[in-house]
């Protein structure tokens, strides 16, 4: 298939760049802490920041004239103009160097490294990759590779057709049960500045997007997956974390998230929904 939207070529955008700068804070850091019911001290000037809360900064600050109906930036600018598609952040692959410090200046590079135009069973499939660089006076920090998928918005029966995931392995050996309320999407929306309206917009997320409810954001349940690991290894310092989404999770029902040692310094970590199946894996290495 040739890799355009109309007329306009989409593998042109391929190497542009986009440099922002953000300073560590505290208050996102001691937001999320509570939003995820953790039991932190209260952060100070030199704590590191801990793995993934990177995505607390450098948020998007998009004038409601250029936000979309679905609530999303609309595309044309560092991102390709993908057209009237259904967004979804599908994976990420982090190396962690050293972790930036409340106080710090920190220096994001973000490069659209890839761009891929596909037809699938859904329909047309568009493949972003973007590459994130952090920096901080230390040198470079974080290391990630972000994958987002654009869709054509399918039909309900597609939505309802939706093939069943394979069954997570192994089983776990440690776990934790999450009720994904509104509240919950509520502030992690709010925490990261994300106006996509599937994860508050009740009467949007049915009505337009076919989804039986609203739906729970993928970094989301990766960082519930990587605090999993920090409370079960609470000393460990995480070299690298990548995760895959496989189908979505809603506030319809509570879900399980899972964790396996395969060494002393690597893990499988998974999501289950309330049928069992298989909704984001990931893999941690540590120190």
């Known amino acids: 298939m040739p890799q355009n939207a109309g007329d306009v070529n989409l593998r042109d955008w391929i190497g542009r760049e986009q440099v922002a700068e953000d300073t560590i804070t505290t208050a996102p850091i001691a937001a999320l802490s509570a939003t995820l019911d953790r039991d932190d001290l209260a952060p100070r000037d030199g704590d590191a920041l801990p793995p993934l809360w990177h995505w607390l900064f450098f948020l998007p600050r998009t004038p409601m004239r250029d936000v979309g109906l679905d609530g999303h930036p609309t595309l044309g600018g560092f991102l390709p103009p993908v057209g009237p598609t259904r967004r979804m952040w599908a994976g990420s692959r982090l190396t962690f160097a050293h972790l930036p410090r409340v106080g710090e200046a920190v220096r994001r590079v973000s490069r659209v490294a890839d761009v891929q135009e596909k037809s699938g069973a859904s329909g047309r499939l568009v493949f972003i990759t973007v590459q994130h660089d952090l920096h901080t006076p230390r040198g470079l920090a974080i290391s990630e590779a972000q994958d987002i998928v654009y869709r054509d918005a399918p039909t309900l029966d597609r939505v309802n057709a939706t093939p069943t995931a394979p069954q997570a ?98 893990y499988r970590l998974w999501a289950l929904d309330d049928q069992r199946q298989l909704a984001m894996q990931a893999s941690a290495t540590i120190e």
């Open 169 to 266: 392995a192994p089983p776990s050996t440690f776990s934790r049960v999450i009720t994904p309320d509104p509240v919950l999407l509520f502030r992690y929306s709010a925490l990261t500045f994300n106006s996509h309206r599937i994860h508050y917009d009740r009467r949007y997320v049915t009505d337009v997007e076919g989804y039986p409810g609203l739906v729970v954001h993928g970094p989301l349940i990766a960082t519930l997956l990587l605090d999993l690991l920090r409370r079960e290894k609470p000393e460990a310092r995480v070299q690298t974390f990548n995760f895959k989404a496989q189908r979505p999770l809603f506030d319809t029902a509570p879900f399980s998230i899972h964790g396996h040692a395969d060494s002393a310094t690597s």
